[in-house]
């Protein structure tokens, strides 16, 4: 459970970190510019754990990124007046689905 703990902070962090970055304005906002640093740094460590943890960097990397696209593109969607076309939607699906297809080959490896 600890190693899907610190992927999970690594994935809040990063979505923190790249909402903060939008609202940087260029680095010339100091608390957002300020946020995001910290934010990508907590990112980083929380997938080193992860993977030190035992955790494949291949299905790491794949459901830290995958989810944070997911993350992001929601709340753009919701909060920030972005829209989505459904090829949009289609593509975010495929790499959830490509996600949810590593892990599912990782487990059979290890019967």
Known sequence: MPVWFWLAGAIVSEVVATLS???SAGFTRLVPTVILV???GFAFYGLSQALKLGMNVSV???VWSAVGVALIAIIGVLFLHE???PLQIGGL???IAGVVALELGRSGTHA
């Open 93 to 95: 699906l495929l790499i």
């Open 83 to 85: 829209s989505l076309s």
């Open 38 to 40: 910290v934010c990508y």
């Open 60 to 62: 790491a990397y794949a």
């Open 21 to 23: 970055l939008r609202a």
